[in-house]
């Protein structure tokens, strides 16, 4: 019997190959980022879409300017500063230096 390359081909196989495939990453668009639940907390329906809106076009805003931190939902309807739970961390601190 005589060899030729096309009757080895078929009687050696190939090992499996150890690369792994490459799997396309899908890329997040600016509407798909996740707000963490803590954010919208607490606010109706049409309060959460507003903040939704304001936090996604903070994003894109350069984390240097203090604009990027002003959030209109933040205010009351007579424009005053929401009152906010006083975090463990602060409450730690006045309790310690006053």
Not at 44 to 70: F, H, Q, T
Not at 86 to 95: E, M, P, V
Request: proline share 5%; net charge positive; aromatic share 6%.
């Amino acid at each position: 019997m005589t060899i030729t390359r096309g009757s080895i081909k078929t009687l050696v196989e190939k090992p499996p190959s150890t690369k792994r495939k490459k799997v396309k990453k899908t890329k997040k668009t600016k509407k798909d980022k996740k707000i963490p639940e803590k954010y919208l907390a607490g606010l109706s329906a049409a309060e959460k879409a507003k903040r939704k809106k304001e936090i996604l076009k903070n994003a894109k805003k350069s984390s240097k300017d203090p604009s990027a931190y002003a959030f209109a939902t933040d205010l009351t309807p007579s424009g005053k500063l929401r009152k906010t739970k006083t975090s463990k961390h602060t409450k730690a601190y006045r309790k310690m230096y006053g």
